[in-house]
């Protein structure tokens, strides 16, 4: 018996030993940087940051827009790697463009587990994160994307702070998505109509086609007609910079000078205007039920022209339009030509955040950092499979294989505008159209004003609310051009909005507005 409790008490001890030497032979060989998914001997995986993967994971990633045919292959090849990189799957999610604006709001408010979601000016960004929607990311850089963290210059990690914290990811690419008329040349030019270059010949365009062409729509437009017609249409007929909500206005030289637009004469000239187009057919008379984006019925002939797009969907358009109908040609004038404001997209333009739903907010954005800086990962997100959906000819040019209807990924099919990377872009020979109107904006560009401004409605928030329905009720038919006597229906609008609060929340809104305007100095 004594020697079995001797031989049991050396065996215990040996075990022991082993174990402890074990430990700290995994702990010193992860210490030097372990790449990829590697791990100690316990088991743990660790990246090359230290940080823990060793529980699978798989992260909801949210896009806006539709989703390209052939994403099931595209997130198949995303898995792999990101399984034996990070020990995680992704799962793509679209919100198609079809009342994207109020899915988006769904997302963030209903506390659904999502781990990445597109950010933008024109998503409110600002106003999300100063309502606390995303997590910060200033403790997460170091350890979960170190790379990340290096990749994106620190002048635009500032540029996107909200109270001084970072909430997004900033896209590095330098571009302009400042609007301009786009319109079929090739009818243009057959029917000797004018260049569109400011309104009047831009309507006097839309004029011959209707002649010309009794079949088409002159003008493409959608149920969105606050974004699609009023902001555009304000920005290149009254020099209007920023897309100010709640009926407000303010011009780029004089920041300080914000005045209502609702209820204004200007505001009367403009939906006497949009009356006019309808009257004469400009506008599909169910613009209200319309959920085609704006370039679809250009793609398909349907119609003839779009108030305004920015360089490089205009560039898309084109590419899609030569595989299908090569004797089509489209032309585009970009407004600041006339405004003498170019202002480069700023860095909060496209961005990619964690919601605070977020279940693995390291692991996602472990992920972003391989989108962004790994060429396996960003390649085939932003382009499809080569060889399938593109091929890259001898001068180092993209190609689309196919053409747009038989093509399940065409270029930056997924809309990944914020993970660009310039040093993996791929363009297309059109794109040197392109980037000819971008040198011609460098020539005039301005420091963007405005994007910086991070509103904040708790205080209205429920007039904020009121005053959205109001708007789709009241207003939407008028800029339509639906409403048969626009005096009566711009005093109904104006009623029913100074009853839901217009006026709270105008001030209370003008105030926040001014306080940054003199922070900034402008």
Known sequence: MKSRKKWMFTMVAILLLSTILGACGGNSGNAGGDKGAG??????????????????VELQFYMLGDAPKDLPAIEEIINKLALEDLNATVKFNFT??????????????????????????????????????????????????????????KDMWEAVKIDNKIFTV??????????????????????????????????????????????????????????????????????QIGALPYGLGVK???PS???SYWGSDEQKDDLTTFKRWMDKGFIQKNVLNSKDTLQDPINSGKAAAILGDNPT????????LQSTHPDWKLGYYPFPLKTGVATPVHPIHNGFAIPNSSKNPERALAFYEKMVTDKRYNLPTQY????????????????????????????EGMNGWAWRNPEYMLFDKNFDGVQAIFDELDKIQVPDKFNGFAEDYTAYQAERAALEQVEKQYLYPLLAGLV?????????????????????????YKKQWLEYVQKQGF
């Open 39 to 56: 791990g100690d001997k316990a088991g743990a995986k660790v990246t090359a940051s230290g940080l823990d993967i060793s529980k699978k």
């Open 170 to 239: 900033p896209a590095t690419y330098k571009e302009y998505v400042t609007n301009g008329f786009v319109w079929r040349e090739d009818l243009r030019e057959k029917y000797n109509l004018p260049k569109p270059v400011d309104i009047p010949t831009f309507e006097a365009y839309l004029d011959g086609i209707k002649q010309n062409e009794p079949t088409m729509t002159p003008l493409s437009m959608n149920s969105d007609v606050k974004n699609n017609l009023m902001y555009v249409y304000r920005e290149i007929a009254h020099e």
């Open 484 to 508: 048969d006597n626009v005096d009566e229906g711009l005093a109904t609008f104006m009623d029913k909005a100074k009853s839901a609060g217009l006026e709270k929340v105008q001030e209370a």
């Open 313 to 320: 969907r205009f560039n898309d358009m084109v590419i899609k």
């Open 384 to 411: 499809g499979i080569e060889g399938k959906n593109y091929k890259v000819n001898s001068e180092g040019k993209y190609e689309m294989i196919g053409d747009s209807t038989s093509n399940g990924f065409p270029r």
């Open 257 to 259: 000078d914000i005045y």
């Open 96 to 153: 198609t463009w079809t009342d994207w604006d109020q899915k988006y709001k769904l997302l963030l408010s209903s506390g659904q587990p999502i781990d990445l979601i597109f950010t933008a000016d024109w998503t409110q960004y600002q106003a999300y994160a100063k309502k606390g929607a995303f997590k910060p990311l200033d403790e997460l850089l170091p350890v979960a994307a170190p790379e990340l963290q290096k990749f994106v210059p």
């Open 252 to 254: 780029y030289k004089t």
